[in-house]
Nanobody, 118 residues
């Protein structure tokens, strides 16, 4: 089964930045879409961003303009640069192998915690 390894979470104050990384453990994911989703305490999974095989990024309205998703080579590490963080961004962030909005059961990692204090 595909696995992704997320890293880069932490505790920051509002307005600060973090960069999350996601490294696929299966090379076969090659040029597939990769997504980030998050789950805040007591809430369901929320789609955050996606990068496609053409390196184009897509964002939820709540993070557009603050978050940037990048990848430098298909099948390699995907990054989520998060700037101007808000307390509402506090959540467990998961990397998903695929387009989460189309295939919500796509494999994902164990998650990395992001906590933003005011």
């Amino acid at each position: 089964e595909a696995r992704m390894v997320e890293d880069g979470g932490g505790s920051v104050h509002a307005g600060e930045s973090l960069r999350l990384s996601c490294t696929p453990s299966k090379f076969s994911y090659g040029d597939s879409d990769m997504s980030w989703v998050r789950q805040a305490p007591g809430k369901g999974l929320e789609w955050v961003s996606k990068i496609d095989a053409n390196f184009l990024g897509y964002y939820a309205p709540s993070v557009k303009g603050r978050f940037t998703i990048t990848r430098y080579n298909p099948g390699k590490t995907v990054y989520l640069q998060m700037n101007s963080l808000k307390p509402d961004d506090t959540a467990l962030y998961y990397c998903v192998a695929g387009d989460y909005r189309k295939y919500p059961t796509s494999p994902r990692g164990q998650g990395t915690q992001v906590t933003v204090s005011s």
